[in-house]
C-alpha cells in the first residue's frame, strides 16, 4: 500500500448523492434549488478545527517557529485565531532532545535495503531546549494550541519521558496532547523499515504503553492522542478500543492521515481525479468517529493533503487544492471530525523527511523554483518572503464555519460536480457551495430562512484550476505580510424567500445570511 495514505480504502471526499445529507433536485441548465433545516442531533465546529502540520525536524530551526518570525506569526493568525498546530512526520522518528551539552548522539539506524527505496530520513535532527522555548513564544503569541510528537521509531521511552516533560513545562496548558510515533501501521514497510518484518499492532500497543507510561512518570497530566496512522483505519478502532483498558481518559483523541492522491509522478494523479473524490470516506469516518465517541474521544486528522510525498506541482500549489481542501474539510466536520492538519513547510525539511527524494519534480512538466514542499499552505523558503499558497484560501474559507452549528441542506445535485454546507451561528447563517466542474456555471437559488434579512458574498475563484497565481477570496489576494481584506460588497437580493445567484465553473462562493 503506498505510503500516508490514511482511510485509503474510505477515499477522498465524494461529490455522489447522498454525501452530507444532501438530497438532491438538479434543474435544467444546471440549474439546483437548495434550503436548509435543522439536524435532530447538534453538531457544532469546534473553534480549534482548523490546523496545520509541520515536520519535527523543522525544530532544528530554533528561529522559524518563534515569536520574532512576525510574518510567520501572522500568517497563522489569519488563518485561524484558535488553530492547531501539529508537530511530528517522518522526521519525528529521526529526532533527538540534545537536553543539555553531555547528552549524547543517538546512533543512527539505517534499514539494511537499498536506501533508494526507502522513503525515511538518512540523518538525525537534534532538537535544542532553545527550539521548544521559541516554539512555546510562538504558540502563546499566535494564540493557537499544539500537538507535540515524540520520536516513537528510534528511541527509548526515558529519553522521550525527559523530552516531553521539558515540552509540557514549556507549554502550559496550550498542549493540546502528545502522539507517540509517526505512521506506524508503515514501520515494518521496507520503505519505512523503523521495525522488522513481523512486527504488528500487538507489538505497538506494547511498546506504546510503554512510552505513555514513562511520560505519565515525568508528566502527570499528560495528555495523548494515536495512533496517528499512515492507512490503516482498523488500528485506529483497534488503538481506540484496545487503549480503555489501559490509560483511559488520558487519551484525548484518535488520530490518522489523509492523503487524497500519491504519488506526485504517477501520470493517474490529476486535477480532475483530485475534485471528483471518492465515494467510500463518508461510512469509513461515520465508523471512527462513532468509536471515538463511544470511549469519550474525539477524532482528528493529524496531517494530510492533496497529494503525498511532497505534493505536485501545478495540482498540490495550485487553485484546484482551494477547491479541494475546503469542501474535504467541510466534508470531515460535516461527519464529526473534530479536526484537519494540513501538512507544510520549508522544503529542505520535506525532502529530507522523504529521504531525499524529489518526486514532485520528477513528475514536473515545467520547471519548478522550490524542489519539493508544493503542498505547503504557507510557503516558507529561506531568504524568500513567507507567502499564502493557494490551499491556504480554502481553509481560510472553511475556517469561517469554526464555532458554528451545522444544519442539513436539502437539495439534489447528484449529476453536478458540487457540494454545499451550512451553518447557523448568533447572528444569522452561512452557506458553502462548491462548483468544481471546470466548465458549466450553477444557477443556485436558495429558500432564504425567515430571520435573514440580507445576504453578503464572498468569491473564491481564480483563472483556472491549475492557475497558481491570482487566486482570491471576497475579491481580495492575500498580499505580503499576511495582509488580506474582502474588497467586494456584493449583495444578493430576496424575493419571496428565495434568493439566487450564479457560481461560475471552478470556484466557490461563501454566503452571509445576517439577521
Known sequence: MDRRTFL???????????????????????????????RKSTLKIPLTYTGLSYELAQL?????????????VAYFRLLSPHGVLRIGGNSSEFCWFKANASTPEPKLHLPTNNLDANWMPHELFAIMPAAIDSLADFIKVT?????????????????????????????????????????????????????????????????WTAYAEAIIEKVPKARFGGPDVGASSEWVTRFDQEVSTRLGSRVLAVTGHYYAQGPPNDPHVTIKRLLNGDPYITNRVKSIVA???SHGRIYRMTEGNSCYRGGKPGMSNAFASSLWVADYMLHLAD??????????????????????????????????????????????????EIKAMPIFYGMMLA?????????DVNGNMQSLNATAYAVKHEHGFKIAFFNKDELNAIDLSIQVPRSAKNIIVWRMQAPALDSTEEVSFGGAEILAHAKWKPKTNETVKIKN???TIQVPAASAILLFLNN
Open 291 to 293: 468509536s471515538a465517541r
Open 399 to 407: 475556517n469561517q464555519f469554526a464555532g458554528c452549528t451545522l444544519l
Open 497 to 499: 424567500g428565495i434568493s
Open 143 to 207: 494564540g493557537w494550541h499544539l500537538i507535540y510528537g515524540i520520536n516513537f521509531g528510534n528511541n527509548s521511552p526515558e529519553k522521550a519521558a525527559v523530552e516531553a516533560a521539558y515540552v509540557a513545562q514549556k507549554m502550559g496548558d496550550q498542549l493540546e496532547f502528545f502522539q507517540i510515533g509517526n505512521e506506524p501501521d508503515f514501520y515494518h514497510d521496507p520503505n519505512n523499515g523503523t521495525r522488522p518484518r513481523s512486527w504488528g499492532f500487538s507489538d505497538y500497543m506494547k511498546e
Open 8 to 38: 485509503h480504502y474510505a477515499g477522498a471526499v465524494t461529490t455522489i448523492a447522498g454525501c452530507h445529507n444532501l438530497i438532491a433536485q438538479t434543474l435544467p441548465n444546471s440549474s439546483v434549488q437548495l434550503s436548509l433545516s435543522e
Open 60 to 72: 532544528t530551526d530554533p528561529y522559524f517557529f518563534s515569536a520574532s518570525n512576525h510574518d510567520l
Open 335 to 384: 461527519l464529526g471530525c473534530a479536526g484537519v492538519n494540513l501538512h507544510g513547510g520549508s522544503s529542505n525539511f520535506l525532502i529530507a523527511s522523504l529521504g531525499g527524494h524529489t518526486p514532485g519534480v520528477e513528475g514536473a512538466t515545467h520547471p519548478q523554483a522550490v524542489r519539493g514542499g508544493f503542498y505547503t499552505p504557507i510557503s516558507s523558503e529561506p531568504s524568500k
